[in-house]
């Protein structure tokens, strides 16, 4: 009776999911309301106002720049929440990641990891540094650190990945997300602007347009930077294991 | 061409979906996801959203999916009757 009334209920939400899909302006149709009323002003206007070639960088940055602070601020909940439940390795403490599989990663894999992870955060370097020229961004590269910092864990171990990144490295870069905002939103206010608007009125016109593209990429390194540790902080909560394998000094 | 590579896209998202779901084994659902979420990734590439399909193959498909296999590994790989 259960699955029935379950199936039932499912079956006319896909009805009434797909009537809305069949209702719903054919893709790139210039005559519906998303179409008609910011975007045009977005195409038309980002690169002057915002100095970004990448209008979705604009947009996300600088149009919609409360929104993405929003967003960061999740993600750094998030980071705040799982340290809550699983708590953070001691200072000076480093814990051992227990390899309880039967097969141990073989040299090929070491040596192909160890090779491909530097290539792996120039890439990361790239995308967050382009984020205003091409698409990419700060959350993006962060996250390819984040990956390959994933990679380099499982296969070496969380000792030698948090002798790399130790703790003390980490947590006051944690919130570099958020400080980048505030920072530079702070900026603008210091500037004669407005909170976030990278536009600075008393600055000389021909200045202006490079001084809004590095804030801007200052804000991305901050995203970048802050998401990467953010989501390695948060590896190395759940990988850790509660015995000690050593102390260093 | 561009049309029978949407519906196969579509298809295989679809097929990954409720293979993940129906899944018994957590492990092989948690790679099904992230296979879920590369094909995801190809699609965003596909709607012209390539900022979202950068986020999707690195978030979705890479961090995401060892995440839950960590997760699993420090559980029980099976699903319990």
């Not at chain 1, 205003?132 to 962060?142: A, C, D, I, M």
């Not at chain 2, 293979?19 to 018994?24: F, M, W």
């Not at chain 2, 193959?57 to 590994?73: D, P, Q, S």
């Amino acid at each position: 009776m259960k699955r029935v009334a379950a199936l039932l209920f499912i079956a006319a939400l896909a009805v009434l999911l797909l009537y809305v899909v069949s209702r719903m302006p054919p893709m790139g149709d210039p005559e519906t309301p998303t179409a008609t009323h910011v975007i045009p002003r977005y195409l038309e206007k980002a690169e002057e106002e915002t100095h970004t070639v990448n209008v979705i960088t604009g947009v996300i940055l600088n149009y919609r720049g409360y929104d993405t602070m929003g967003e960061v601020t999740v993600i750094f909940c998030a980071l705040a929440a799982v340290l809550a439940v699983l708590g953070r390795e001691r200072r000076g403490v480093i814990h051992g990641f227990v390899d309880r599989s039967e097969v141990p990663s073989s040299t090929i894999v070491r040596t192909m990891v160890r090779f491909i992870v530097p290539f792996i955060i120039l890439f990361s370097v790239y995308t967050i540094l382009h984020g205003e020229t091409s698409p990419g961004g700060g959350f993006q590269g962060g996250a390819i650190i984040g990956g390959s910092m994933i990679i380099f864990t499982t296969i070496f171990g969380l000792y030698e990945s948090s002798r790399r990144i130790p703790l003390k490295v980490r947590a006051p870069l944690e919130g570099a997300a958020v400080m980048g905002f505030f920072l530079v939103g702070t900026l603008g206010l210091v500037g004669g602007g407005n909170f976030l608007t990278y536009a600075w009125p008393r600055v000389a016109q021909d200045l202006h347009p490079s001084l809004v593209v590095w804030l801007t990429v200052l804000v991305e390194v901050g995203i970048g930077l802050g998401g990467a540790m953010v989501l390695t902080s948060i590896l190395f909560a759940m990988i850790r294991e509660e015995e000690e394998i050593a102390t260093v000094s | 061409m561009g049309t029978a590579l949407n519906l196969v896209l579509i298809l295989l998202l679809l097929t990954t979906a409720v293979l993940a779901v129906t899944a018994r084994d957590l492990l092989a659902a948690v790679i099904i996801f992230s296979v879920y979420s590369l094909i995801m990734a190809l699609m965003w590439q596909r709607l012209q959203a390539p900022d979202l399909a950068l986020t999707e193959a690195a978030v979705g498909a890479g961090v995401t999916t060892v995440l839950f296999v960590i997760a699993i590994f420090k559980t029980r790989r099976r699903e319990e009757e």
